[in-house]
Structure formats: C-alpha cells, structure tokens
Nanobody
Framework: QVQLVESGGGSVQAGGSLRLSCTVSEYHYSPSYMAWFRQAPGKEREGVASIFTGGDGDFTHYSDLVKGRFTISQDNAKNTVYLQMDSLTPEDTAMYYC???????????????????WGQGTQVTVSS
C-alpha cells in the first residue's frame, strides 16, 4: 500500500511563504504523477498543482488560482514532492493533500479522480 506523508503546513500571514513536502513510501510501482490538492471548509477539493514524476520535473500543471505563486518540484532521490507557496493570501487557507497516481492513466492532471492514493493532509492557514 502506497503511503504518502505530508508535512510543512502551518500558519502564516498574508504575503508569506510555506513549503509543503510529501514523501512517498511502501510502494512497489512508482507513481507516474504526483499532485497537490486543497479543500477549504464547505468547498470541494480542488487541484493545485501536478507533476509528471518520470521526467526532469518540467511537465507540471497549475491551477489558475496559484499559477505564478506556487511551484511544484520533486526530489526523486528522496521520493519527495514539494509545493513551494509564495505570496500567500487568506484565500489559500485550506487542508492541503498530496496525491499519487500509481498504475492508473492520468488525463486530467488536476482532477481528484485521476489519483488513487492520498495522504492525510496538512493544514495551511493564512491570516490577513
């Protein structure tokens, strides 16, 4: 069973930065895609950023809401994917989840249904 463990969440003031980490373990097959999603209270889970893990980290996709502020990256040696979040606003407040696609076809990079393994989430709170 693939295990995903997120870390790096916390509280920050508007304009600040945070870096989330997601470490993958206990897998027999490497994920083909990794992604970050978020869910605020009363809202649906939405895709934030995704990355194709089989390349050099250049095949990425971002939600329009975070493009230019967030950066997804990977360290294959550490089996870890990162989400660098800059210029945070209160609207970025949410539970952030790491997701992995293992042995499944991904055609919608920021659709939760494309991913079959999920972490427990890490809370990000941005105050004004």
């Amino acid at each position: 069973q693939v295990q995903l463990v997120e870390s790096g969440g916390g509280s920050v003031q508007a304009g600040g930065s945070l870096r989330l980490s997601c470490t993958v373990s206990e897998y027999h097959y490497s994920p083909s895609y990794m992604a970050w999603f978020r869910q605020a209270p009363g809202k649906e889970r939405e895709g934030v950023a995704s990355i194709f893990t089989g390349g050099d980290g250049d095949f990425t996709h971002y939600s329009d809401l975070v493009k230019g502020r967030f950066t997804i990256s990977q360290d294959n040696a550490k089996n870890t994917v990162y989400l660098q979040m800059d210029s945070l606003t209160p609207e970025d407040t949410a539970m952030y989840y790491c997701a992995a696609a293992v042995l499944t076809y991904v055609d919608a990079y920021l659709d939760p249904s494309s991913y079959n393994h999920w972490g427990q989430g890490t809370q990000v709170t941005v105050s004004s």
